[in-house]
């Protein structure tokens, strides 16, 4: 009667266990890659800037579905990352992102902040972009606001948009 018993809780685990490893097969998010991007600025609210370039590098996760979540940073020799993180998804052909973003600088006690959008093509991940910022001076504490705006264009290697779990969905089914 006991092995009777323990051969029914065994196959109810097991049961049980492949049940919840096919519904965690149909969600897995996706680390699709890391790749780099320059920026140029094409339009700014301070003249300056404008023809300035940068370098962002980013990694591509698929959450789900169409959606899509990113996390990049731009680094300066001189002066404290600008991190940025956010969420986004594909509409038709075009990959849009809402990012968030902060910088620490280094040199000064200004502490940055914003939300950027940015447009990317599926095909070729280049695109465009615009931010908008407040800072904040914590010396003077007197608040910052700034505009730019400019194209993306991919330096790195290509993060291909698709991914699919048919073949984890397989073997967890044998």
């Not at 023809?51 to 169409?66: A, L, P, Q, Y």
């Not at 070729?124 to 007197?142: E, R, V």
């Not at 505009?147 to 291909?160: D, K, P, Q």
């Amino acid at each position: 009667m006991k092995s009777k018993n323990l051969l029914q809780i065994v196959s109810f685990m097991l049961i049980l266990g492949l049940g919840f490893s096919n519904a965690l097969a149909g969600s897995v998010v996706t680390y699709l890659g890391k790749t780099t991007w320059t920026a140029k600025i094409t339009q700014a609210s301070d003249s300056k800037n404008i023809g300035g370039t940068f370098t962002v590098v980013g990694g591509i996760t698929k959450v789900g579905d169409e959606f899509y979540a990113f996390q990049g940073y731009v680094t300066s020799d001189s002066d404290g990352p600008f991190v940025m993180s956010g969420s986004g998804f594909l509409m038709g052909t075009t990959l849009l992102f809402t990012l968030s973003e902060s910088q620490e600088h280094t040199d000064n006690s200004w502490r940055d902040s914003g939300v950027m959008r940015v447009s990317m093509d599926q095909s070729t991940l280049n695109g465009t972009f615009y931010d908008i910022g407040l800072d904040y001076n914590t010396d003077t504490k007197m608040f910052d606001q700034r505009f730019s705006a400019g194209t993306l264009t991919r330096t790195g290697g290509y993060i291909s948009l698709t991914s699919s779990t048919a073949a984890t969905d397989l073997l967890l089914q044998d």
